[in-house]
């Protein structure tokens, strides 16, 4: 079985620069778990690594697509099986180093998450154009009556789905609805099956966490710190490089609340505090993700003393423990 490292976090937490000392300790290439730095022109509000700050270490999925290009935990997993076997035949270690849990998840455990519905997961009789009509349905319901109303329908047929997934979260709902209809199974009954998956990988699983007043203190200084960089003009040239908010990649944290400013729909103060409040609800989301993965080693930079050199060697005495290195 392969060697993986992977470091995860909530969002703002530090993990870019601890992923870097680490890839330098243990011979390792970073793979970027993020949702949002794949993008091309995406760089303030997705806080992407600059590349004078990679301090000479490969990393990938950074930079690989437009903004109009889908992007999901099935790309994800296809970008990353096309990079791996580069990694390893170079004798390095892949570290996957990002706050999305549901790709690491998907990447570890060899998951199908059904990103998209295929043929075979039809009912009998069901015609891809039968699929593709009701998510049309769908679509054309959530712009009528709200994303509250397909929550509403998720948690009729999948109290489970709807509790893990965010009531604005569109497109997650409008997939769980499909697969649902599609094939009369829960998409939380078929994702459980999935996570009972044993591991494809020999991982070390790295949490790294900090004491929640610290954490939103950092949020907060991080989005000022966004738009100090330029984060309103970035945003302005995605719009005008015909970016909208129904594309997957305007939903993210910063370009969404930005926008919304850009369109008149709320003052310049307000934006400001909705992507502060939203990234703090984000980070709590993160954590109750991890909280509920298994064999996951937390490090809690209060307990080293926010000593990085401390939070490091206990990373390289577990990879040792654990054949890794």
Excluded at 14 to 29: D, H, N, P, W, Y
Excluded at 30 to 47: E, K, L, N, W
Excluded at 258 to 271: D, F, H, P, R, S
Aim: with cysteine; glycine share 8%.
């Amino acid at each position: 079985m392969r060697n993986m490292i992977v470091l995860t976090g909530p969002t703002a937490v530090g993990k870019t620069r601890l992923s870097i000392e680490l890839a330098k300790a243990v011979g390792g290439e970073i793979i970027s778990a993020d949702s949002m730095q794949v993008y091309r022109h995406m760089d303030i509000g997705s806080a992407k690594i600059r590349p004078e700050e990679t301090q000479g270490i490969p990393h990938h999925l950074i930079d690989i697509l437009e903004p109009w290009e889908p992007f999901n935990v099935v790309v994800f997993k296809e970008c990353c099986e096309a990079c791996l076997p580069g990694i390893y035949a170079r004798g390095h270690i892949p570290i996957v180093a990002g706050g999305t849990g549901f790709y690491i998840q998907a990447l570890l455990r060899d998951i199908d998450f059904t990103e998209e519905t295929c043929s075979g997961d039809m009912e009998e009789g069901l015609s891809k154009e039968d699929a593709a009509g009701y998510r049309d349905f769908l679509e054309k319901l959530a712009a009528d009556q709200g994303a509250g109303k397909l929550h509403e329908m998720l948690a009729a047929v999948d109290p489970d789905a709807a509790a893990a997934i965010h009531t604005n979260n569109i497109r997650r709902t409008v997939r769980a609805l499909e697969y649902f209809h599609l094939t009369g199974e829960r998409i939380s009954c078929h994702n459980d099956t999935e996570r009972r998956k044993p591991p494809a990988y020999n991982a070390c699983y790295f949490v790294l966490n900090d004491i929640r007043e610290r954490l939103y203190e950092r949020i907060g200084q991080r989005v000022d710190e966004m738009l100090s960089q330029g984060l309103v003009e970035e945003v302005r040239r995605l719009r005008d490089m015909g970016c909208s908010r129904e594309m997957c990649s305007m939903q993210g944290l910063g370009y969404k609340e930005i926008l919304a400013w850009l369109e008149g729909e709320t003052g310049y103060e307000q934006a400001v505090e909705i992507l502060k409040r939203d990234t703090r609800h984000f980070a709590k989301r993160q954590l109750t993700w991890f909280r509920r993965e298994k064999d996951c080693l937390w490090i809690n930079k209060n307990e080293f003393g926010y000593d990085e050199g401390k939070m490091l060697q206990f990373m390289i005495d577990r990879l040792r423990e654990n054949n890794i290195i």
